[in-house]
């Protein structure tokens, strides 16, 4: 992060706000979820509070790692079953979510899964993953201070 880029702190209730916004979202389309993918670490938080949200205990756990490495890493495996909605704090460039996209496809068995939907709390207009929910919409390069950043 740059000296001088801008850093936009975002409060717990903010954070809620964006989740249930994402739940509306999902609602308003029919969409029912059956398992919920935390991206760890900084969407672990907004999945749980979806996760009680929609009244589903069904929430698993995946590391990313794309920052400061050659290669993707992941760790920990999932027990997903039906829709799928995975959870991240933000959607920056959307490598994260390209690369959980390829690991799904990966891992899972054509058929084994239903529909798989993803979702931050926030979305820069620049990433490159443009499929999803989101609470923010962001456009230019403002640092997100999440309160579990702090």
């Known amino acids: 992060m740059a000296e001088s ?3 936009k702190h975002l409060s717990w209730d903010e954070v809620t706000e964006c ?3 994402i739940l509306d979202q999902l609602k308003s389309e029919g ?3 059956d ?3 935390g991206i760890a670490r900084g969407g672990m938080v907004p999945a749980t509070i979806m ?3 929609l009244e589903k205990p069904r929430m698993e756990m995946l590391g990313v790692r794309t920052r400061e490495v050659e290669s993707t890493e992941f760790y920990g495996h999932s027990n997903l ?3 799928v909605l995975v959870v991240d704090d933000i ?3 959307g490598r994260t979510f390209k690369e959980v996209s390829e690991y799904l496809a990966q891992h899972f068995e054509r058929g084994e899964l239903g529909e798989i939907y993803y979702s931050a709390c926030v979305r ?3 990433s490159q993953w443009q499929d999803g929910y989101y609470g923010i919409e962001h456009e230019g390069d403002a640092w997100y201070v999440f309160p579990w950043d702090k």
Request: hydrophobic share 30%; glycine share 4%.
């Open 91 to 93: 959607n920056d460039s």
């Open 19 to 21: 989740c249930k916004s």
């Open 124 to 126: 820069r207009q620049s």
């Open 31 to 33: 969409i029912v979820i």
């Open 51 to 53: 996760s009680y949200s």
């Open 35 to 37: 398992t919920i993918l």
């Open 81 to 83: 079953f039906g829709n």
């Open 5 to 7: 880029t801008e850093l």
